[in-house]
C-alpha cells in the first residue's frame, strides 16, 4: 500500500503506455491488486470514455488513468513541409503515397479528457508531459480522485508537490517511451534521483524506469519509493495489446538496444533503435515538436505495424529488455510479489 | 562479506580515485570494516610502493589497489597541436605559458606495478580501462590476491569472467569520474544494469554508480549485487586528498549538475559541469586519447588547483552530489550500515 489514501494492496502500477494498453490489460492488473493503468494520451473523449468502460466492464477494483497535458506549440509549415521530405523515402519503401500535408493541427482533447474522468470517476488520475492547472488539480481532488504527477527530476517534483499533486511518478533515465520532463531534459539514473527526490518533497514516490521484477521493486523500496510503475514489463504481457513484434523485439533484445529519440513523435523517447531511429537520426533536431511530428509518423508506424516491419515502428522500451517475459499479468504480479517477501526475508538474514 | 573469499566484513568497496584517494582514506576505510582502494592509475612504480607502504603502516586490514590497464593509442601530432591550440586561451587565462610539446608519450608503469603488487602483496588488485592479460590475472591469483574487473555492460561483465577475475565492478551510468568501458561505451542505469548482470555471471557483482547512503546500499543487495563501491561519497570525506574546492562543488551540487565529458583526460568521466567543459565542448570529438588529453591539460588543472579556481579543475562526481556529506570516513560507514540494518528491518514488516 502507497499510503492509506492510495486504493492499491500492492505497491505495482501498470504504466499507462498510450497505444498499447488495452481495457483487459488495465483489469487484468487491477485484478490482481495492483492498480492498471488507462493511458489516454492519443483518445479523443468519447475513445476515452469507451476505454473507462470497457476497463469497468472487467474489473470493480481501483484503475487509473493517464493524460498528455498539452503545450503552446507553434505551428511552422517549413519544418513540416521539411519533415515530410525527410520521411518521403521511407513512405515510399512503405508503399505509401506522398504526404504534402502541411497544415496540420495540434488538437487535443484534454479538457473534455478531464470532465469524462470527472463523471467517469476514475479513482486516480495522472499526467504526463506537463502539470495540470490547479483549477484542474482541485476539482479532481474534491472529487475523490488521487492526482498523480510525473517528474524527471527533484525540481519537477518538487513542482508537481506544489501543484497540489498526491503522490509523483519519478522517472528514471532507464525508463522505456516518453520522457515525462516538463521544465528542462535531464537524464537522471533511478538508483541517484529516488532517494535525492525523496529528501526534498513529502508526497509519495513512484519509482519509474528499468523495473521489471521483484528485485526492482524490493530496489526501489529501499530508496524511499511507496511504490514501482513499471511500463516494459507489462508490454510483453499477454493481455498487452502491443504489436507481436513489438513485444518480440523486447523479449529479444539486450540492454545495450534501446536509445532515446525524437524522431517518432516530435519529444524524447526510449526505444530499441531500429531503422527508422537511425535514418532519421541525422534531421532529428530539425523536425517539429509534439504532437506534429507525431502525426507525421503516424501512417508510417501504422503501415509498417500492418506490415509486420518492426524497423518503422516504434519500439518503446527502457532499459531491462533481458528481464522481459511472456505470460500474463497476473502471473508476472504474483511472480514479482513472491520474489520481493524473499528479498525482504533474505535481507534480514544478512549479517553486517 | 562479498563471499567467503573477500577479506571484508561490511560490502562496501571505497572506490580507488586515482587522484584524489589518500594513504589514510583508504587505511580509515578498511580500518572501519569496508575496503579502502589505493587508485594507483596516475602512479609510476615508485610513487605505487610509497603508496602502500603508507597504508600499511596506518592499517593492518586488508585494501585494494587499481591499476589502469594502458591502450595501444596512435600518436598524431597534428590532433596535440591542434588540442593545445583549443586549450591556448584557458593557459592564459591561468597565466600559464604556451604549450608547444608535440611529442608526449603515453607511458606507463602498469608492467612494474604489477610486479610491486604482488611484492606487497596487496591482498586486493582491480583493474579500469580493460582487462589484465590472462597470465597477469593468474600470476595474481597464484599469489593470494582477489582480482577486480570493471564493466559496464553485460558483455564486457561476461568477459571479465572469462578472462578469469574473481568478482567484477558494475559501473552505472550514474558513476561519477572515468567510464570503465572497454569494449564499447554504453550508459545503463545501475538499476537496469545490476540484475541484468546478475542473471548471466556467476562471480560477485559490485555495484557502482550514484550509491551514497544505507538506502542505496540496501537497493544494490536487493538487485542482487554482493556489495557497492563508493566514490564520490568518500570523496567528501575528511580523509580525502581532494581538494576543498572539489569537495565543495559535489557538497553544493544538484543532481543535474554532472555531465559526461571527455575533455579533461580524452576518456569520458562524469563531473561537475563547470566552464572547462562548457568551452572545451565544441572540440570534444577532436582531441588526442587518453593519456595524450589528460597529459595536455595536466597543468591546467594543477595550476587551478594552485588558484583554488574550480571552474578549470576536474570536479569528478557522480549523480548524487544532493546526497553527499562531510565527515569522517569511519562515520560515514557506520551512519550507512545502520540505515543498511535499519531498511532491512522495516522491509521484513512490509505487509504485501
Redesign the interface.
Known sequence: MIDTHFPI???IIQAPMAGVTSPSLVAAVSNAGALGSIGAGYLNALQTRAFIQGVKQQTTKAFGINLFVPEEIELDPQLIENANGYLQPIREELGLPENKVSNITAHSDYEQQIQVVLEEKVPVCSFTFGMPRKDIVLELKKNGILVIGTAT???EAIAVQDQGMDAVVVQ???AGGHRGSFL?E???????????VV??IHIPVIAA?????G??V???????AKAVQMGTAFLTTEESSAHPQHKLAILQA???DTSVTKVFSGKSARGITNQFMREMKPYEHNLPPYPIQNSLTKEIRKKAAEQSSSQYMSLWS???P??SKSMSAQQLIKDI?EE??K???S??N?T?
Chains 1, 2 share one sequence.
Open positions: 494492496e500492492l505497491p527530476t527533484v525540481e528514471g533515465m532507464e528542462h535531464h537524464y537522471i539514473g533511478l538508483m541517484s534521483l529516488i532517494p535525492q529528501d526534498e524506469g528499468g523495473i521489471m521484477d528485485r526492482g524490493a530496489a526501489a523500496l529501499c530508496l524511499g539486450k540492454e545495450v527502457g532499459q531491462s533481458r528481464l510479489m520481493v517477501r528479498i525482504s526475508k535481507m534480514t544478512q553486517f
